[in-house]
């Protein structure tokens, strides 16, 4: 990547950001939770087919 860029973070942004994603990743487990196992199994079905489309569609540029 020509524009890569280091970022480094002071102890207090490195807190910032674990407590930050903990809480999103906690967020994201019971948004899951709350949906049935064919639910999730279709969302998980939909999100196959729409990965293998997107990398096919981004192998042409």
Known sequence: MRNKKRILLTDAGRELEINTTDRLRGAEIRAYGKLS???????????????????EETEKL
């Not at 999730?40 to 997107?54: C, F, G, I, Q, V």
């Open 37 to 55: 196992a064919e639910e999730l199994n279709s969302y998980l079905e939909m999100t196959r087919k729409l990965t293998a489309a997107l990398r």
